[in-house]
């Protein structure tokens, strides 16, 4: 049974850092491109950063929102089955509900971590 589990939500002060972890199982990581989604409250659900591997193991892609550009780093642990976002300098228009997506030859959602950036 395939699984995407976020953790590391929660809330912060704006410039603060938070660091979400998405723990996959029952599929293989490298097979799959991972990207974290977001959706902030009365807005879609939009596209925060991704990873995918062009060669199966080492070798990787990144992409990013331009609104998280510089502050935001998507990483991975292959061994461990986990992808990474670092996220640093946080601001208010950070909160939303944070999604991890996998897909390649299946197509799985988490059920999301909240982030709350505020004074």
């Known amino acids: 049974q395939v699984q995407l589990v976020e953790s590391g939500g929660g809330s912060a002060q704006p410039g603060e850092s938070l660091r979400l972890s998405c723990v996959g199982s029952g599929f293989t990581l490298v097979d799959y491109a991972i990207g974290w989604f977001r959706q902030a409250p009365g807005k879609g659900r939009e596209e925060v950063s991704c990873?995918?591997?062009?060669?199966?193991?080492?070798?990787?892609?990144?992409s990013y929102a331009e609104s998280v550009k510089g502050r935001f780093t998507i990483s991975t642990d292959n061994t461990k089955m986990t992808v990474y976002l670092q996220m640093n300098n946080l601001q208010p228009e950070d909160t939303a509900v944070y999604y991890c997506h996998a897909w390649g030859p299946g197509d799985y959602w988490g059920k999301g971590t909240l982030v709350t950036v505020s004074s």
């Open positions: 990873v995918s591997f062009s060669d199966g193991s080492r070798s990787d892609n990144t």
